[in-house]
Nanobody, 119 residues
Framework: QVQLVESEGGLVQAGGSLRLSCAAS????????MGWYRQAIGKQRELVAT???????NYADSVKGRFTISRDSPKSTVYLQMNSLKPEDTAVYYC?????????????WGQGTQVTVSS
């Protein structure tokens, strides 16, 4: 069973920065994509950013130019560097990994980590 270990989020002032990390308990060779999603109170979970095994990236319009997703392939770890944070970035951030292992596809979520941006 694939497991994800996310770093702690935190409280940061508007305009500040924060970096999240997420390590998967699976070989990077099995991973197709990793990503970050977020869910604010009263809202649906939404995509923040994803990165594929080929290093293709995709960002939500709301975070383009402010957030950067990257990965450390040998460590099966994905990072989300968040700069110029805004109060509307406040949410629980979830890591996700998709891949194929022993012929079976997997789609695994982390436990979520709270990011709070104060104005």
């Amino acid at each position: 069973q694939v497991q994800l270990v996310e770093s702690e989020g935190g409280l940061v002032q508007a305009g500040g920065s924060l970096r999240l990390s997420c390590a998967a308990s699976v070989s990077a060779f099995s991973i197709n994509a990793m990503g970050w999603y977020r869910q604010a109170i009263g809202k649906q979970r939404e995509l923040v950013a994803t990165i594929t095994s080929g290093d293709g990236t995709n960002y939500a319009d709301s975070v383009k130019g402010r957030f950067t997703i990257s990965r450390d392939s040998p460590k099966s770890t994905v990072y989300l560097q968040m700069n110029s944070l805004k109060p509307e970035d406040t949410a629980v951030y979830y890591c996700n990994v998709k891949g194929r292992l022993f012929g079976l596809q997997y789609d695994t979520w982390g436990q979520g980590t709270q990011v709070t941006v104060s104005s």
